[in-house]
């Protein structure tokens, strides 16, 4: 490297900066390198610098463009992590050599931060074994919520377009190895086209994170949550909240948690409600473990360590993987109040990598209730009334159909109590040309009581089911037909060994 090229002087620059914060700390400040920045962490604090670099997708190379980029990330990411994002300094030179504020002239700029924990991030979490499942539902709300209060792409823009995929596309072309993969993201294009502008129309085009790798999501003060989202260019954060989402699950996929991926996803769209997202979700996907795949290999080349990063190629890898991993399929539980039907599900739609919709959530979400939030005084009349159910089951029933359409496996969760309910989603799968199978979970009714008294105890489970409700389904549960019964996977609570949701699901995926 030449020693007076602008990166070169930034370099010693931050070198410099380095032993003044050990000097003030009073202990050794550490630099991590990054390929685009440079973060010095103190004792309680980390200041973060741009590289002075002009590459594909951002220009650093000016102070006012880094103090743009610091700006920015400032105001950003203080949405996810006020508590971390402090401000942004100055770095001064008054002769004496730099520092961080003071007096002297200008050479640079930096976001300060607040350090956290040692071990807080999720990539780190994975590597100890101790991300469960509680932090990646707790994930999922965050961001549901957070995606719902982001600003809204303006009506006619650019952003999340078909156009704008397509140009993120074209600058992953040299990351895509094999002609199949290449043909494959060439018709996704051509068919989300029409999806991607439905989309943008409704609103679902936001101001999002941008960049929700494991190295970028953390557990704060006992609170799941994100920082160092994307700042230097608004198309790669102006996306379809459906992109953002994207990012964690395919990490997850990368790094051998496909349980807790697929939890992820179903925790988020069961907060969000928006299973519309589904037609996109496979080829985001794919798209950032590209992304994933070409920040790896550009850290390489630069010699450094990209954040949270993990093997260029098995990144390209999971996106071939991705890309073929269609397998169409609906399930449906079958039970009584308290027979297990939505443990039995979150089980399967883990081993199995499907998505789940289920009947007390969607329910409620009628209603503009969350799903824990009692309807009891706050609807008069109810949500239990026949007209309810209706429309609750054609509200399953219209997502299992845009979820099969997108080469998911489905699982709707509800009772299915009565023939004809359980007929028209068998018509569903047979018009569609898929598998279809009855996931028939059974108890006995002293169990069925017992398990309903806790979980009303408890209260925080969505069914609002008592034991007077209880009491009469049992009498309108109309039996399997033979013909169901012949689809039937039956997971009985009072077997001497009951069978697995993980068995259930090898079961389920085994059916043709």
């Given amino acids: 490297m030449n020693p007076s090229s602008p990166l070169a002087v930034a370099r010693e620059r931050v070198a410099a ?28 604090t980390v200041y973060k610098l741009k590289k002075p670099l002009r590459l594909s997708f951002l220009d650093g190379t000016t102070l006012a463009a880094r103090r ?51 071990g807080a991030l999720w ?37 999340g377009s078909a156009a704008a995929h397509a140009q993120v596309v074209q600058g992953l072309e040299e990351t895509v190895e094999t002609p199949a993969l290449r043909a494959w ?29 494991l190295g970028n999501v953390l557990q704060l003060e006992g609170q799941a949550t994100a920082f160092d989202g994307i700042e230097f260019d608004p198309a790669l954060r102006w996306i379809d909240v459906v992109d953002d989402i994207a990012f964690l699950a395919m990490d997850l996929l990368a790094n051998d948690r496909r349980q807790l991926a697929f939890r992820f996803i179903n925790a988020y769209l069961s907060a969000s409600g928006d299973y519309d997202a589904l037609p996109g979700l496979r080829f985001a996907m794919v798209c950032r473990a590209l992304v994933r795949a070409q920040v790896t290999t550009l850290a390489e080349r630069q010699g450094v ?10 990144y390209l890898a999971l996106a071939e993987a991705l890309s ?38 969607e329910r409620k979400r009628l209603f503009g209730l969350e799903a824990h939030a ?5 609807v008069p009349g109810g949500i239990y009334d026949a007209a309810t159910t209706h429309r609750t089951y054609a509200r399953l029933q219209q997502v299992a159909e845009t979820a099969l359409r997108a080469g998911w496996p489905v699982i709707v969760d509800a009772a299915f109590l009565r023939h004809s309910e359980r007929a028209a989603f068998a018509a569903l799968a047979a018009a569609m040309g898929v598998p279809f199978a009855v996931l028939d979970c059974r108890a006995a009714l002293p169990l069925l009581r017992q398990r309903v008294q806790a979980r009303q105890a408890v209260g925080t489970d969505p069914s609002e089911a008592d034991l007077a409700v209880l009491e009469k389904l049992a009498g309108a549960d109309e039996a399997l037909s033979a013909s169901e019964r012949a689809a039937a996977i039956v997971a009985d609570a009072d077997a001497p060994a009951p069978v697995s949701p993980q068995a259930i699901a090898a079961q389920w995926l085994a059916a043709s």
């Fill in 305 to 314: 360590q990209a954040v949270g990063a993990g093997d260029a190629s098995a």
């Fill in 324 to 361: 073929t991993a269609g397998d169409a399929r609906l399930a449906i539980t079958h039970g009584l109040p308290g027979s297990g039907k939505s443990f039995v599900s979150q089980g399967v739609l883990e081993a199995a990598g499907a998505i789940c919709v289920r009947s007390d959530v």
């Fill in 68 to 118: 743009r980029f610091c700006e920015e990330e400032l105001r950003l990411n203080r949405r996810l992590a006020p508590s971390l994002y402090l401000d942004v300094v100055e770095v001064c030179d008054n002769g004496q050599g730099p520092t961080f504020g003071g007096p002297g002239t200008v050479l640079d700029v930096a976001v300060h931060m607040r350090r956290f924990p040692e």
């Fill in 185 to 213: 993201m060439a018709g996704q294009l051509q068919a989300l086209a029409p999806w991607w502008a439905a989309r943008q129309r409704e609103g679902h085009v936001r101001e999002c994170h941008g960049d929700l790798h």
């Fill in 374 to 378: 009692s309807s009891r005084d706050r």
């Fill in 17 to 44: 900066l380095q032993a003044s914060l050990t000097a003030t700390d009073g202990v050794p400040a550490t630099l991590i390198e990054t390929h685009i920045s440079w973060l010095l962490l103190g004792r309680t």
């Fill in 123 to 159: 990539r780190d979490m994975l590597r100890a074994d101790t991300l469960a499942p509680h932090h990646v539902d707790a994930m999922a709300k965050t961001l549901a919520a957070f995606h719902r209060d982001a600003a809204v792409a303006p009506a006619g823009s650019a952003f």
